[in-house]
């Protein structure tokens, strides 16, 4: 049974100012699970992820993957300790190609030295010609191998989300969090996006969150939902229960006067 | 490329080197040689602060800074100091090194609290900088003071200037076609996803700021025990400027194009003397139509070669 994987969140607050944009907000990933986290517009969502990577420090609470306290970590080391993210609004390296993208996120296991560099020893060359092929294959999984050599910033808007997912892949992710990986594409790419999310989950036995407003989507895959709104989880379950779960019907229908 | 191959070349260009600078001294019109070594110099200038410039994406407004750091340091050994070593060629190449050492140490120590800053303010603190190095300078009496410290020993030559200006060019291009490299990149590309890839960000703006430090630490030595004579006005505002100009005109990120806009702004001064005081009035025109004709710079951010490949290679 693979146990790596395993990230706890618990009590996560912050404040903005006067508004409390996440407050109280536990969840607990399983090894290898699949889960959504879903809530209307402005419910907190992308904020949940920009703490859990380090982007804000949390007011309150504590991050704990695989037994390792990740609180107050910069975003470079939580990426090394092994959580990998996507961007709601891309943030791809535009000017460099879309392999040069995925190399990048080897860089952190430091695969030689300045001196390997600089004098373009033997090692260096072993160890770029192994990351190019590694990241390759991360392309092909993604379907992106014959745009290796264009800039990422040429590709459509499609490709660009999933060269996000690639190059987070290439840091070997324990846990894999991914911000709305299908805004934008259309039905036919997103029923593909779907299964290469759990194809993915399956074969780098990584543990996925995805934020999604695409319901078929999230309620396709997900084993587990959390549902969020005004930075408070409002329901945690089984997708058939999220789905009649008064309160959520109400987060996002209104009330009935 | 083989091992030997390498060698071999190495040696060809050394001894090419080692020839033309022979023959500079024997044959060439002493102006001309000035100006040669003049582009040389600007060549490791334009080089090392293409790397943060370009590169990582800062803006560097203190690069004279660093440059009268390396000069400063150099002479203070071969000319101050009374060691015997550094009166040697062998003594003062090492003192030029030396410089370079002191210039990527204040790199480091500038580096580390001012790169938090970002765009603008960053420029700010670096043009700072600059100044008080300046300043610092134009108040030490031991080192000359205002009035400059001449009777350097002018050791630096064609040689020395292009193999340091080759060394820049290949460490440069070497360190940004590897793993360290892409890092750099990525950071003027986008640091928030730079940072979630698990780059350190921070580490690898101070990285590209002490590299670059360093090689203007030796373009000032270099020149200094070229000129015999330096001063403080010799490492002010206007040649930051000029350094960033060569950056900007020849495409941000591009070692050739770097290359290219230190030729330029070096040369082209000196070939339009025959217009006398226009001279930097059509200087300054030319600038503003090359950054209207191409506003990306003239290389982009692609080198020379790339041009020459077909289509989609690149």
């Given amino acids: 049974m693979n146990s790596v994987g395993h990230f706890k969140v618990q009590d996560l607050s912050i404040s903005f100012g006067g508004l409390k944009a996440v407050s109280k907000f536990n969840l607990e990933l399983k090894p290898m699970s699949l889960t959504g986290l879903i809530g209307p517009n402005g419910a907190g969502k992308t904020t949940v992820f920009n703490?859990?990577?380090g982007v804000y420090p949390p007011d309150n609470g504590t991050l704990d993957l695989d037994g390792s306290n990740l609180n107050g970590k910069e975003p470079c080391q939580i990426a090394k300790a092994g959580i990998a993210r996507t961007f709601q609004n891309?943030?791809?390296?535009?000017?460099?190609?879309?392999?040069?993208?995925?190399?990048?996120?080897?860089?952190?296991?430091?695969?030689?030295?300045?001196?390997?560099?600089?004098?373009?020893?033997?090692?260096?060359?072993?160890?770029?010609?192994?990351?190019?092929?590694?990241?390759?294959?991360?392309?092909?999984?993604?379907?992106?191998?014959?745009?290796?050599?264009?800039?990422?910033?040429?590709?459509?808007?499609?490709?660009?989300r999933r060269l996000e997912i690639a190059r987070a892949l290439g840091t070997s992710p324990r846990v894999l969090l991914l911000d709305e990986p299908a805004a934008g594409l259309n039905s036919q790419e997103k029923v593909e996006l779907m299964h290469t999310i759990a194809e993915i989950r399956d074969k780098f036995k990584v543990t996925v969150l995805l934020i999604e407003h695409d319901m078929k989507l999230v309620m396709g895959i997900c084993e587990r939902i959390t549902v969020l709104d005004h930075g408070e989880v409002i329901a945690e379950g089984l997708p058939k229960e999220i789905r009649e779960n008064k309160k959520v019907i109400e987060a996002y229908l209104g009330v009935s006067e | 490329m083989?091992?030997?191959?390498?060698?071999?070349?190495?040696?060809?260009?050394?001894?090419?080197?080692?020839?033309?600078?022979?023959?500079?001294?024997?044959?060439?019109?002493?102006?001309?040689?000035?100006?040669?070594i003049n582009c040389g110099i600007a060549l490791i200038l334009g080089l090392s602060l293409n790397l943060v410039n370009g590169c990582a994406g800062q803006f560097s407004l203190g690069h004279a800074g660093f440059m009268g750091i390396g000069a400063y340091t150099s002479i203070l050994l071969t000319t101050l100091s009374n060691i015997d070593f550094f009166q040697s060629p062998m003594g003062i190449g090492w003192?030029?090194?030396?410089?370079?050492?002191?210039?990527?140490?204040?790199?480091?120590?500038?580096?580390?609290?001012?790169?938090?800053?970002?765009?603008?303010?960053?420029?700010?603190?670096?043009?700072?900088?600059?100044?008080?190095?300046?300043?610092?300078?134009?108040?030490?009496?031991?080192?000359?003071?205002?009035?400059g410290m001449p009777g350097i020993p002018r050791e630096s030559n064609f040689f020395w200037v292009y193999l340091w200006a080759a060394v820049t060019f290949i460490f440069m291009y070497r360190l940004i076609r590897s793993s360290t490299g892409r890092a750099i990149l990525s950071i003027r590309e986008n640091e928030i996803a730079a940072e979630a890839m698990g780059i350190d960000v921070a580490r690898y703006k101070v990285v590209a700021f002490v590299i670059s430090s360093f090689f203007a630490g030796i373009a000032g030595g270099l020149f200094a025990h070229y000129q015999g004579f330096i001063d403080p006005s010799t490492f002010n505002f206007n040649r930051?400027?000029?350094?960033?100009?060569?950056?900007?005109?020849?495409?941000?990120?591009?070692?050739?194009?770097?290359?290219?806009?230190?030729?330029?702004?070096?040369?082209?001064?000196?070939?339009?003397?025959?217009?006398?005081?226009?001279?930097?009035?059509?200087?300054?025109?030319?600038?503003?139509?090359?950054?209207?004709?191409?506003?990306?710079?003239?290389?982009?951010?692609?080198?020379?070669?790339h041009f020459f490949k077909k289509k989609g290679e690149a």
Wanted: charged share 15%; net charge positive; with cysteine.
């Fill in chain 1, 51 to 53: 703490l859990v990577t």
């Fill in chain 1, 90 to 160: 891309i943030r791809l390296c535009g000017e460099m190609t879309v392999l040069e993208n995925v190399m990048l996120s080897y860089h952190m296991k430091k695969p030689y030295s300045l001196l390997d560099t600089l004098l373009r020893t033997p090692k260096f060359y072993a160890q770029e010609k192994k990351v190019t092929e590694e990241a390759m294959a991360l392309l092909k999984v993604m379907k992106l191998d014959s745009k290796a050599q264009s800039l990422s910033r040429s590709l459509s808007y499609g490709n660009q």
């Fill in chain 2, 2 to 36: 083989t091992k030997w191959t390498f060698w071999v070349g190495t040696f060809v260009a050394v001894a090419a080197l080692w020839g033309i600078n022979y023959s500079l001294e024997e044959y060439a019109n002493p102006y001309i040689v000035r100006v040669i």
């Fill in chain 2, 95 to 147: 003192a030029v090194v030396a410089g370079g050492g002191a210039a990527a140490l204040a790199g480091y120590l500038v580096g580390l609290p001012s790169l938090r800053l970002r765009g603008d303010y960053l420029a700010i603190v670096t043009l700072g900088f600059g100044e008080i190095i300046r300043i610092f300078f134009l108040n030490m009496e031991f080192i000359g003071g205002a009035r």
């Fill in chain 2, 240 to 305: 930051s400027v000029e350094v960033v100009i060569m950056v900007v005109m020849g495409g941000m990120g591009s070692f050739t194009g770097a290359a290219l806009g230190a030729l330029l702004v070096t040369l082209l001064p000196e070939l339009l003397r025959v217009f006398a005081e226009y001279r930097m009035v059509i200087f300054s025109a030319s600038l503003v139509a090359v950054m209207l004709w191409r506003p990306m710079g003239i290389m982009g951010h692609k080198e020379i070669w």
